[in-house]
């Protein structure tokens, strides 16, 4: 699969360029071209910008007008917020990068271009692309600076590529809890909790028991979490004067003695 082309038209700014290449990298994106930088090129500014990311901008190519710049390219992405008055499809962001995945796997090269950070593309930079991209902003300030529209592009366009789960639980360096463990909190609860009169009344308790055991049974508790209840439950009764809690064998702060 190829990746598309980044194209910036008439960048103003050498840190807005270097910010772009930066937002490029963060999503593997690595092709870039320059047309007409106000302030030429190489730009010093761009390379402190880019703050790591200076391979993207090492490798980008420099052109003199846009035509030139997009001669190679199958089918042209032009990021706008204004309306136009040209005939073209419209698409937002997430529906572009899965248009463009679906031309980059048939080895279609895809060019995304975006304007100079005041005003924008043209309509003679427009009417040279197939499509609109228009992200749905906010419309009474619809202006994007050219950084953060390309990491909106950029990040559509790893989403439509990667495969990520919506959600996972990290569990770098997790340790959870045992059941010996939790069988030992939910003791050391109980005792307090008995201690306190909170079991009231009586004929109530089988059952009040039986639902916070159910709920320590349902968390997915660490060991270091355990033995911190352990703790506040120990400090509680200290300040209270009350006996010290001996969980017994296989207890202790940590559920195993």
């Known amino acids: ?10 960048p103003q700014m050498g840190e807005n360029i270097g910010a772009a290449a930066r937002a490029m990298l963060n999503f593997g994106l690595t092709r870039m071209r320059i047309v007409g930088p106000r302030d030429g090129w190489p730009n010093p500014k761009a390379v402190a910008m880019a703050s790591g990311a200076g391979r993207v901008l090492d490798n980008a190519g420099l052109f003199a007008d846009l035509p030139a710049a997009i001669a190679d390219c199958d089918f042209v992405f032009a990021t706008t917020a204004r309306g136009r008055e040209l005939t073209k499809p419209v698409m937002t962001p997430e529906r572009a990068m899965e248009y463009a995945r679906a031309l980059s796997a048939e080895g279609k090269r895809v060019g995304i271009l975006f304007g100079p950070e005041r005003a924008g593309l043209e309509n003679e930079d427009v009417v040279l692309a197939n499509a609109i991209v228009t992200v749905p902003v906010n419309p009474e300030f619809p202006s994007l600076n050219l950084g953060q529209c390309v990491l909106l592009m950029g990040y559509e366009w790893a989403r439509q590529t990667q495969e990520t789960a919506p959600e996972v639980m990290n569990f770098a360096r997790t340790e959870f809890a045992g059941q010996q463990e939790i069988e030992a909190l939910a ?21 009040m028991k039986v639902s916070l055991r159910n709920l320590w049974s349902r968390l997915p508790l660490t060991s270091a979490e355990v033995r911190t209840f352990h703790g506040m439950l120990r400090q509680i009764a200290f300040k209270l004067g009350q006996s010290k809690y001996d969980p017994g064998a296989g207890g202790g702060e940590d559920g195993k003695g």
């Open 1 to 10: 699969m190829t990746d598309p082309v980044l194209i910036l038209v008439r």
């Open 187 to 207: 003791n050391h609860f109980e005792d307090r909790l008995e201690a306190a009169g909170f079991f009231f009344p009586a004929t109530k308790a089988p059952g």
